[in-house]
Nanobody
Framework: VQLQASGGGLVQAGGSLRLACAAS????????MRWYRQAPGKQRELVASITSGGRTTNYADFVKGRFTISRDSTENMVYLQMNSLKIEDSAVYYC???????????????WGQGTLVTVSS
């Protein structure tokens, strides 16, 4: 199982980016999917999460009203629409997903490789 994140880049403050993360490989089911971020010298922090089927979303206070998480379960994708970007949003963004590879196995958290978002003034 692999998670592949994409969509990062350089953007001016106030601009927008859309991150995408695709799950591939052989698995039984994907449950909650999340976006984390880690800025240089800081701990990794949870940005947003979305449950299976997109029924429930949660956001960190610092992105509420600016970021939107969504998913396409048919394509095993999760997205993060980031609007009104601030300089302090600059970080490597990682996708994370709870995946059951087989009905007989436990859930396991998988990580993508990260995509760099740089917000300039």
């Amino acid at each position: 199982v692999q998670l592949q994140a994409s969509g990062g880049g350089l953007v001016q403050a106030g601009g927008s980016l859309r991150l995408a993360c695709a799950a591939s490989g052989s698995f039984f089911r994907i449950d909650t999917m999340r976006w984390y971020r880690q800025a240089p010298g800081k701990q990794r922090e949870l940005v947003a999460s979305i449950t299976s089927g997109g029924r429930t979303t949660n956001y960190a206070d610092f992105v509420k009203g600016r970021f939107t998480i969504s998913r396409d379960s048919t394509e095993n994708m999760v997205y993060l629409q980031m609007n009104s970007l601030k300089i302090e949003d600059s970080a490597v963004y990682y996708c994370n997903a709870d995946i059951k590879r087989d009905i007989a196995l436990n859930w396991y958290g998988y990580w993508g490789q990260g995509t760099l978002v740089t917000v300039s003034s």
